[in-house]
Nanobody
């Protein structure tokens, strides 16, 4: 299992940008995939974006063209660049990793987008 620590959440106005970071406790070179999920009260956690070890990405339709996921294996960190934020992007964002079949989750970081 790998420990994940998110950072970068906060309050932003609609149309603004934020970058989330997810720092892993060990090398992420072999972790496949890594990604970001989000959850709002009363709703299931949903996939926002994922990235494979080879750099292939996958996005929820609601964020395509606005969010970009990337990974820096040298820094053991995955990023989520969020642009043109909307109030409906408000949620707790969780970092996710699958290492050798074991799922790991971060503690979550709150993103609030005001209208």
């Amino acid at each position: 299992q790998v420990q994940l620590v998110e950072s970068g959440g906060g309050l932003v106005q609609a149309g603004g940008s934020l970058r989330l970071s997810c720092a892993a406790s060990r090398t992420i070179f072999s972790i496949n995939p890594m990604g970001w999920y989000r959850q709002t009260p009363g709703k299931q956690r949903e996939l926002v974006a994922a990235i494979t070890r080879g750099g292939r990405t996958n996005y929820a339709d609601s964020v395509k063209g606005r969010f970009t996921i990337s990974r820096d294996n040298a820094k053991n960190t995955v990023y989520l660049q969020m642009s043109t934020l909307k109030p409906e992007d408000t949620a707790v964002y969780y970092c996710y990793a699958n290492a050798l079949g074991v799922d790991s989750w971060g503690q979550g970081t709150q993103v609030t987008v005001s209208s």
